[in-house]
């Protein structure tokens, strides 16, 4: 026995930042065939262009930069200007560039901060901010990454800016509950939104990793925009503040293989388990 979720959000305007591919892609496509009015944004204007290009009525895209006050506020007022309302926003833009901690240039640094830290606060901001004039509550999506919760090498601009992105939006979530805008975090495993063909290099790593996985497989970009429309919708009403992922549990473990082996003695008298004597 199966059973298929759906989501509706007529009558209902969300903003995707991060829309020119992957991930953003998906969850702009997810949006407009549940119903929703879309604002697509991003830096890459080519890329949005094809996002939007299957969908002829209810997406419109704006270029901007979400880590500067104009473009954040460009953004928001694109979607209360052509659809008279926001009741969602998606903050999924990021970037990740990785490099050793002792060849980390302090310029690239503040770039990653810039677009992953300060681009979802001034986007948080601008958003709740037409949410609470509307008068209708709203939803806030914010994103994180496994990276956050473990250390790895070449990750520490990147991994760290998403840990401070989950803080603040334990922040955002106490502070904007009385206006009933709900603020979660969603962070993501390994997704595969990788470019294709895969350099050589990272297509040797991910050969390494992908077996380790619990799942044995990356995630797709629609299971995580499946997420987003559940934290978007009614069924979500008493979700706040939350940090929840979307890894397959690779956060939790390894790929487990083989049989569950008990050896140790000690705690025989716990079990009651007898032993053949050697």
């Known amino acids: 026995m ?39 944004a ?9 996002t939007c290009a299957p969908h002829r009525d209810g997406v419109t895209s704006i270029v901007a930069d979400i880590s500067t006050g104009e473009g954040a506020n460009a953004i928001v007022d694109r979607a209360t200007r052509t659809f008279g309302r926001l009741d969602i926003c998606v903050n999924n833009a990021a970037v990740a560039p990785h ?51 473990r250390g790895a ?21 106490v502070e904007l509950a009385p206006h009933d805008i ?19 290099e990272m297509a040797k790593r ?13 995630g797709r970009p629609d299971e995580v925009a ?7 919708s009614d069924a979500s009403s008493y979700i706040s503040g939350a940090v929840i992922s979307i890894d397959g549990a ?3 473990g390894s790929r487990f293989s083989g049989a569950v082996v008990d050896d140790d003695i000690r705690y025989d008298w716990v079990t009651r388990r007898t032993r053949a004597s050697s």
Not at 17 to 39: C, L, N, P, S
Not at 226 to 232: E, S, T
């Open 99 to 149: 490099a050793a901690l002792l060849d980390e240039r302090a310029e690239v640094w503040d770039r990653v901060y810039a677009v992953n830290c300060r681009g979802t606060f001034l986007m948080t901001q601008a958003a709740a901010r037409a949410m609470i004039a509307g008068g209708r509550g709203g939803r806030i999506i914010n994103f994180s990454s496994g990276a956050a919760q």
């Open 226 to 232: 499946q997420l987003v429309l559940f934290l978007a």
């Open 42 to 50: 991003d830096r890459d204007g080519d890329g949005l262009a094809e």
């Open 153 to 173: 090498a070449g990750g520490a601009a990147y991994a760290s800016s998403r840990a401070a992105t989950e803080t603040f939006s334990r922040v955002a979530a």
């Open 250 to 252: 690779s956060g939790a």
């Open 182 to 200: 709900l603020v979660n975090t969603i962070s993501p495993g390994l997704i595969d939104t990788q470019p294709k063909p895969l350099p050589t």
């Open 206 to 218: 991910l050969a390494a990793r992908i077996p380790n996985l619990p799942l044995a497989r990356p």
């Open 2 to 40: 199966t059973a298929e979720v759906q989501f509706r959000f007529d009558g209902k305007v969300a903003i995707v930042t991060g829309a020119a591919r992957g991930v953003g892609r998906e969850i702009v496509r997810a949006f407009v065939e549940a119903g929703a009015r879309v604002v697509a």
